[in-house]
């Protein structure tokens, strides 16, 4: 069945440094959303790629859909310690009443000041 | 608006008990989704329910089970609880029946003894 994969598990950085999680999918999407979760807390919805290609950033953070629109990254430039968190990436399985969304399990970001 | 609720917070109970926990979406949003967290297996996807009825389900076996009211409230119920029911209990809901953004709330903390 579809599977949503990210990498890596786990990533520490220093504070300043750059941070990049990625998402692939065994098929194509319709749409792909990233989530962050803080730890203790619940995940907040971040954003939403919908067409081939697409590229959106919020100040540090860079969201890509791939071309084929199979994979995804979010890439965060010089973290801090509010980066703190398991990002996560969703995509949409089936169609109508039957659409749920898949999830990867995360990428758990770790910074040291 | 108010955000997404979810009752109780924290929860423990012993091994073949049954429990129920309780959601209350966003004002307007008639999508609830369910999902189970644990560390390490990211979240699981429970069951989805739209307009008083179940639209989705996971791989969960029968006793994991849940109900929609007509003002969109939600309670899920385990019944003969096991030790590896212990988990954090997320809902979310969204505006409509397809996944657009999910918002979650803070999460039930069961644990099973």
């Known amino acids: 069945g579809q599977q949503v994969m990210q990498i890596p598990q786990y990533q520490h950085v220093q504070e300043g440094e750059d941070f990049t999680t990625y998402c692939n999918s065994s098929t194509t999407l319709s749409n792909i959303q990233w989530y962050k979760q803080r730890p203790g807390g619940h995940p907040v919805f971040l954003i939403q790629?919908?067409?081939s290609g697409e590229v959106k950033k919020q100040k540090r953070l860079t969201f890509q859909f791939g071309e084929a629109k199979k994979n995804s990254s979010l890439h965060i430039t010089a973290t801090q310690t509010t980066d703190v968190g398991t990002y996560f990436c969703a995509g949409p399985k089936g169609a109508g009443n039957n659409r749920k969304l898949i999830w990867g399990l995360g990428t758990s970001l770790a910074v040291n000041p | 608006k108010a955000g997404v609720t979810q009752t109780p917070r924290y929860l423990i109970k012993t091994r073949g008990q049954q429990v129920t926990l309780s959601c209350s979406p966003i004002s307007g949003h008639r999508s609830v989704s369910w999902y189970q967290q644990t560390p390490g297996q990211g979240l699981q996807f429970l069951f989805e329910y739209f307009s008083e009825t179940q639209r989705n389900k996971g791989n969960f076996p029968g006793r994991f089970s849940g109900r929609q009211f007509s003002n969109s409230r939600s309670e899920m119920n385990v019944s003969t609880l096991e030790l590896g029911d212990s988990a954090l209990y997320l809902c979310?809901?969204?505006?409509?029946?397809?996944?657009?953004?999910?918002?979650f709330g803070p999460g039930t903390r069961l644990t099973v003894t």
């Open positions: 979310a809901s969204s505006l409509v029946g397809d996944p657009y953004e999910q918002y």
């Open positions: 790629l919908v067409k």
